[in-house]
């Protein structure tokens, strides 16, 4: 232990490269792509390729923003320390608010899923139970030491990209054998060009797809939480970063492709998982089961994250608060990590196993889940916006890790978290959300206003 770097606030830099590509993969890859690309497909159809292109290069983009402000300071524990200190305490104290509570609502969905997906196999077991121990375990390994929860991830983004790699495998085994599906398919990379239209189903829907996908790559930006607590911290961020648009091309492009070649988009059932589409095509009759414990370990992960920033968010929020009581959770534990943040933030997802008791409260409950999902839009924006007054800083680094083509790819980056919120209004079931991201935002201004007199 001897060897470790201890930071300033007692963390301990404990983590290594290969711990944080793994949690860079985790972060990227979740239930989104496992189950949510077949609703995508059936939007878009195979232009459903291009729109994963032009958002993984937005968010690649986002990432070398805040990847510049973390290269100059490496020591921050998350990147909305950056809006505090870039945009001011009151923007700072937006974000990090707005960002924290998303991450608790993120976790209590994470933990519903859990449930669910365990019910699969054991369909009588009580879905609290089931939430309360989980949440327990992977906060207990949360609280021992960051490297712990970092091991949890490596494992957990192993099997996502097992499970990712045997698909396109199968897929292309299917497609070198000409394999012909039972309705008369024949698997062919030209399934992807024939009858290729631009907007299948209307400009409308294929708009509609874009927040799809977006809130698919949300969770990104979780590798910038763990830098602070990273050994080589400057190398490693450029090399997790820098890889992301790679990681997205193999693993998000080439599934799409793959999974459209095999059979063609029109007839991917937008209900069903296309991985289990796909496994079943080939024969395998354990299919769902097999994607069931995928997905199971890809929420799990999320929720494993989800405990690992919402505690470091509350530190810093705490840190950076003036009343007594939050300053009380501005402490590090002997084993390097801020337990109180943790074990605060997780006091709080146990609304989660509660809620599951309560059925009439769902729908609101989605409701939320879905405002606080849309508060990242506006999270995103402002730490790119924060990331354009650090360069007109003191702190800006000449030679530090450069966001590429800063003059267009920093308002053109703007401009798209702008679009892909303002397309929230245009489709009915994220129009009230949105709605609501809108009404958070005023309400939470105009109470700090009111409270500085």
């Known amino acids: 232990m001897s ?87 009151r923007a700072g104290n937006f974000a990090g608010w707005s960002y924290w509570i998303g991450l608790v609502f993120l976790a209590m969905a994470e933990l519903t899923a859990i449930a669910t997906y365990i019910k699969f196999w054991f369909p009588n077991l009580n879905a609290s139970l089931i939430e ?56 062919s990379f030209g399934n992807i060009f024939h009858g290729f239209e631009m907007f299948p189903h209307g400009v409308k829907t294929f708009v509609a797809s874009f927040p799809l996908v977006f809130f698919a790559f949300q969770g990104m930006e979780f590798i910038s939480i763990t830098i602070g607590e990273t050994k080589n911290p400057r190398e490693v961020l450029k090399k997790a970063v820098n890889e992301t648009i790679y990681r997205i091309l193999i693993f998000y492009i080439g599934a799409m492709v793959i999974i459209m070649s095999i059979t063609p988009w029109q007839t991917i059932d937008p209900t069903e998982s296309p991985f289990v589409q796909v496994f079943s095509l080939a024969g395998l009759s354990a299919a769902a089961t097999i994607i069931n414990f995928v997905v199971l370990t890809s929420a799990a992960s999320a929720l494993n994250s989800a405990i690992f920033s919402a505690g470091r968010h509350f530190y810093q929020l705490s840190s950076e608060a003036r009343a007594p009581f939050f300053r009380s959770f501005d402490k590090i534990s002997k084993t390097g990590v801020p337990a109180r943040g943790i074990l605060a933030s997780a006091a709080l997802m146990l609304i989660g196993p509660l809620l599951t008791l309560i059925p009439q409260i769902g729908s609101a409950f989605i409701f939320v889940t879905s405002v606080s999902s849309d508060m990242y839009i506006i999270v995103y924006a402002m730490a790119v916006y924060s990331h354009r007054k650090y360069k007109t800083s003191q702190d800006y680094l000449a030679d530090g890790f450069k966001m590429p083509f800063y003059r267009v790819t920093s308002p053109a980056t703007l401009c798209f978290f702008a679009a892909i919120f303002i397309s929230l209004f245009f489709n009915k079931t994220s129009l009230y959300p949105a709605i609501g991201a809108v009404v958070w935002t005023i309400v939470f201004n105009l109470f700090g206003r009111l409270k500085r007199g």
């Open 3 to 89: 060897n470790q770097e201890v930071n300033k606030d007692g963390t301990k830099r404990t983590l290594s490269n290969r711990h944080v590509q793994m949690i860079a993969i985790g972060g990227t890859i979740g239930t989104g792509l496992f189950l949510g690309s077949g609703n995508s497909i059936s939007k878009a159809g195979t232009s459903i390729i291009l729109v994963y292109l032009i958002i993984g290069g937005f968010f690649f983009l986002m990432m070398r923003a805040i990847g510049e402000m973390l290269y100059a300071d490496p020591d921050q524990h998350t990147f909305v320390a950056f809006i505090t200190k870039y945009l001011g305490e």
């Open 132 to 187: 309360l121990v989980f949440l327990v375990l992977l906060t207990s390994l949360n609280l021992i030491a960051a490297r712990i929860f970092a091991e949890t991830e490596f494992w957990f983004a192993m099997i996502k990209i097992v499970a990712i790699l045997s698909m396109i495998i199968t897929g292309i085994i299917l497609v070198m054998t000409g394999f012909k599906s039972p309705d008369g398919n024949i698997a």
